[in-house]
């Protein structure tokens, strides 16, 4: 006599490590649902990244503006005047030819360009600051006289 027992289950005939790869495999909407999720992240989080990225710029030049101010103070000091027209920044790296108490280079490096890749400008005697100098930046647009120069003077907003 044979006992049955039906206590027990047959294992399935079909593979089982197919079956197991279908249960933890992602289905399209979960896809789609993590797509829109880090896409909304990434609007969210790009305007913060870039927005941070420009006023870094801004301030990298504010100080550069300075650190000019600076060495050309040390110029003036040195010979009594502060150097004269439009490339009076190449005066604090070159001798000029008639200087005779110049004690620069008064910048350990060439002249910079500004954060955005123009050259400072510079013009001695000002016009803005008519007994000193003016120094800008073009600031991001590259033009002058706009809302986004940064200078040594004060800019009517």
């Not at 039906?6 to 789609?32: C, D, G, H, W």
């Amino acid at each position: 006599m044979k006992l049955r027992n039906s206590s027990v289950k047959q294992a399935p005939i079909f593979n089982t490590s197919y079956q197991r790869r279908a249960e933890q495999a992602f289905t399209l909407i979960e896809l789609m649902l993590v797509i829109v999720i880090l896409g909304i992240l990434a609007a969210i989080v790009v305007p913060k990244f870039s927005g941070s990225t420009e006023r870094a710029r801004i301030a990298a030049a504010q100080s550069q503006i300075a650190n000019f101010g600076t060495a050309l103070d040390a110029f003036e000091v040195d010979m009594g005047y502060y150097p004269k027209g439009k490339n009076g920044l190449l005066d604090l790296v070159q001798q000029p030819r008639d200087a005779q108490n110049w004690h620069g280079p008064y910048l350990k490096l060439d002249v910079p360009p500004d954060p955005w890749g123009h050259p400072y400008i510079y013009e001695c005697p000002g016009k803005h600051n008519p007994s000193g100098y003016d120094l800008m930046s073009a600031g991001p647009d590259g033009r002058t006289e706009s809302d986004d120069d940064i200078a040594n003077w004060q800019q009517k907003k």
